[in-house]
């Protein structure tokens, strides 16, 4: 309320001061001016206050204007017709002006709380997806946790039975390195996402031959493609590519072990690498059930997991995103499409320099 009557009170200062200006100092009889001069106060106001503080106004600068510079100056009293005329019209256009500004300032106002809103909302649904998110990686790593350690404690307890036989103690052994690597993986995984999130995964790009990334690859999830043939082709192509070799080949081994999860046991991976002037790309084919149309748009978000996902299995939903995080940071990328005789097929690439054996050995 005081800042309204000090707003109310500074627009009739202001008035009073452009009257005494136009008519004691630079005594300006023309009518217009003066009109005009009021008017920019009236909507000055009406851009800052209320509709009733700008009428206010409105009436307080037609009375200076009919006091001060309608004849008979001096007196509240007017002669000509027109006069009258200029007057009202002054007064109208000044209550118009007012008005259409104030209702211009609610509609801003209106159309900035509308945009809090939205914002609002926007917020809370990003909240209730990061919850969400939060606890489906919860619990897939509460089961992917609890899948190995207790095998790895049914295991250790079964080594310390006297009446194994050797065969079975080896066995015994495999479960336990087995699921060892399973968790070591995911740690890796877990590792990779908060780099990828902190923006600190580094590219260091050295001179490699593709097989030496895929050999890197498939020693890295050995465990998974257990039960799997595995087809390599790298190409005849000697040529030696300029690269990141390490990141190039966690984000393959993630396709690796995402192929081996959804195709059936005993069916075959195959990858095949190929390369231009400056590309290197990499396929990797399964023969699983494909990707469903609502599962392409979001293959790769952090912690989706598509409707053939393994019942069994709970997983993480991390391995595609972190190969594109891994990928993104030397510039690289993946897609994934259906094939025509079943299955999917994903595709790295990644920009690369050559390098024949021929210019190496000169």
Known sequence: MRKEAARVAAALLGIALITWIYASWLHVTNTTTVALSFLVVVLVTAATSRLRDAVIVSIGAMLCLNFFFLPPVGTLTIAEPENWVALFVFLAVSLVA???????????ALANERLQLLEERKAAELARKSEEMKSALLASLAHDLRTPLTAI????????????????????????LTEVAHLSRLFQNILDMARIDAGAVESTRRWVHPLEIIEAARDQ??????????????????????????LTAAALSHLLENAAQYAPSGSPIAIKASATASELTIDVRDHGPGISADD???LFDRFYRGRHAPRHNAGTGMGLSIA????????????????????????????VERLTEREAAS
Request: charged share 25%.
């Open 98 to 108: 007012s008005n259409l500004s104030a209702v211009a300032r609610d509609r801003a």
């Open 296 to 298: 392409l748009p979001r």
């Open 153 to 176: 404690r049914v295991a250790a307890t079964n080594l310390q039975a006297s009446w194994l036989s050797e065969a079975e103690r080896r066995e015994q052994s495999d479960v336990v």
């Open 221 to 246: 999830v050995q465990h998974a493609l257990r039960g799997h043939v595995l087809h390599v082709d790298a190409g005849d192509d000697d040529a030696l590519m300029r690269l990141d070799p390490r």
């Open 324 to 351: 594109s995080g891994l990928l993104a940071a030397q510039g690289g990328r993946v897609v994934a499409e259906n094939t025509a005789g079943g299955g999917a097929v994903f595709t790295i690439a990644v920009p």
